[in-house]
């Protein structure tokens, strides 16, 4: 490994300034908004801050299948809308019940939870709204977008990954389980966002969309694995968010099953196996290689 753990190459602050320009464009403004209050709610949520590592997926596959970054915009708002909504739901007292994300009181105490409920969803259909209008794609590669962000958020990603988690609470899991409940949860958005950069560059390549799929299932069970590590290791002030959550719910984690140790092995033996899955790219994989590096050794 050849990164700094708190700061990524150029391209990282590239795509998050694309990223944030973008949003700021293409959120409602509550100026014109029907609901001005739904409008900023769902400002609060999609632009307080964060590590934007899903976008910046979209941005590295892309550039990886030989588009331009501005392909990449409409389907890096369109993840991170689904995100930003996903976390605003998890945040509900219905859920994990968390007063602080990204160091900000969580959208349903800076609101108040009605409101933040109808921002999340809101955001998840503008999600798919900008596919389905926005950016100059062809028809095919907004279907097949579309299909790759609704099968990663819902019954078969995201959303039945989140239903075993809120099952799960207070009972002890086994390793295989636990690695299929964040496969859904975490791992399936992650690889999705690779596989929406590499169809907003519309270019056919069975062996590079093979190789983003290896590639984003290592590394989404990377990363939470390390975000169970940081859950014990980080104080408050470092994660933005109450540190120990998982053990206030109940949760089974990494640790708790394989100890710190095995656990911070386990996380690099598969961001290992995610660089090795573009080794045949060069150069051009470096980006998504650089962000494996990060997700590993983050300290938030």
Do not use: W
């Not at 206030?248 to 095995?262: I, N, Q």
């Amino acid at each position: 490994m050849n990164s700094d753990p708190n700061r990524l190459e150029p391209f990282a602050d590239e795509a998050r300034a694309r990223l944030q320009a973008a949003l700021q464009r293409l959120l409602p403004d509550p100026a014109t908004s029907a609901s001005p209050r739904l409008a900023e709610a769902m400002r609060y949520a999609a632009l307080n801050g964060g590590k934007r590592i899903r976008p910046m997926l979209v941005y590295a596959a892309c550039r990886l299948a030989g588009g331009e970054p501005e392909r990449a915009d409409v389907a890096a708002v369109a993840v991170e809308a689904i995100h930003a909504y996903s976390l605003v739901h998890d945040d509900l007292p219905a859920m994990d019940d968390d007063d602080l994300r990204r160091g900000k009181p969580t959208c349903h105490r800076a609101f108040d939870e009605a409101t933040a409920i109808l921002a999340g969803d809101t955001l998840h259909t503008l999600a798919f709204d900008l596919l389905a209008g926005s950016g100059d794609y062809s028809d095919a590669a907004r279907v097949a977008m579309v299909r790759v962000l609704c099968r990663a958020a819902g019954g078969t990603g995201m959303a039945a990954g989140q239903m075993l988690d809120m099952a799960a609470h207070g009972r002890l899991q086994d390793p295989a389980a636990l690695e299929r409940m964040h496969y859904l949860k975490t791992g399936r958005l992650i690889t999705a966002s690779l596989l929406l950069g590499y169809h907003a560059a519309e270019r056919a390549d069975a062996d590079l969309e093979a190789a983003l799929i290896a590639f984003g299932d290592a590394i989404g069970l990377a990363f939470q694995i390390q975000d169970d590590i940081l859950d014990v290791t980080a104080d408050t002030d470092q994660l933005g968010k109450p540190s120990r959550s998982d053990e206030k719910h109940g949760k089974s984690t990494f640790p708790a099953l394989l100890g710190l140790d095995a656990s911070r092995q386990r996380a690099q033996a598969l961001c290992e196996q995610a660089r090795a899955a573009l080794d045949g790219y060069g150069a051009a994989a470096r980006p998504l290689q650089q962000l494996a590096d990060f997700i590993v050794q983050r300290t938030h």
